[in-house]
T-cell receptor, first 112, second 108 residues
Framework: GEEVAQTPKHLVRGEGQKAKLYCAPI?????VFWYQQVLKNEFKFLIS????????ETGMPKERFSAKCLPNSPCSLEIQATKLEDSAVYFC??????????FGPGTRLTVL | KNEVEQSPQNLTAQEGEFITINCSYS?????LHWLQQHPGGGIVSLFM???GKKKHGRLIATINIQEKHSSLHITASHPRDSAVYIC??????????FGTGTSLTVIP
């Protein structure tokens, strides 16, 4: 597609439940990035992929968070045993290889 | 460590005023980005620049590579310009480093 698609738009989970977010990058874009926006203006980089390979995972919490980008499937970000502090908007972005990134609409995760 | 700082953090302007938002960064980069985020959250890319100046409608972005500084200007501001403006820098294929954002409110 011509836009980065993210599903679901909103996700509500009880503390301790699992959350799984999906991102379909723009067709032909080989890099995918996941960012977490906790407060209104505070973005945190989580992980990036080059095709199905992890490119940079320096921002990924070691526990509970995992991500995949498999061929012919949307990329996914999974949080095991969610905590209140995981409540945030999660943005996915893709880029063909260059500097500009194209952002999806985000998934708002609320952990109760 | 790449640090991106923006100022001001909050800005209120009267409709028609000229607005400037500043961004400074700490390390050499491939490009500097200006993004807009409206309430509701979607992120729109306004400019990507690595040198000089770019203009789109009432928006102008400039960058000074030597001083590691960029500015976003809005001429003849309008209430629909009310949003959060975020600068970010990047190198090819690598993550964005985001500034803290400037929340702009334009009053009719």
């Amino acid at each position: 597609g011509e836009e980065v698609a993210q599903t679901p738009k909103h996700l509500v989970r009880g503390e301790g439940q699992k959350a799984k977010l999906y991102c379909a990058p723009i067709k032909g874009h080989s890099y995918v990035f996941w960012y977490q926006q906790v407060l209104k203006n505070e973005f945190k980089f989580l992980i990036s992929f080059q095709n199905e390979n992890v490119f940079d995972e320096t921002g990924m919490p070691k526990e509970r968070f995992s991500a995949k980008c498999l061929p012919n499937s949307p990329c996914s970000l999974e949080i095991q045993a969610t905590k209140l502090e995981d409540s945030a908007v999660y943005f996915c972005a893709s880029t063909p290889m260059g500097v500009e990134q194209f952002f999806g609409p985000g998934t708002r995760l609320t952990v109760l | 460590k790449n640090e991106v700082e923006q100022s001001p953090q909050n800005l209120t302007a009267q409709e028609g005023e000229f607005i400037t938002i500043n961004c400074s960064y700490s390390v050499g980069i491939s490009a500097l980005h200006w993004l807009q985020q409206h309430p509701g959250g979607g992120i729109v890319s306004l400019f990507m620049l690595s040198s000089g100046k770019k203009k789109h409608g009432r928006l102008i972005a400039t960058i000074n590579i030597q001083e590691k500084h960029s500015s976003l200007h809005i001429t003849a501001s309008h209430p629909r310009d009310s949003a959060v403006y975020i600068c970010a820098d990047s190198e090819a294929g690598n993550q964005f480093y985001f500034g803290t954002g400037t929340s702009l409110t334009v009053i009719p």
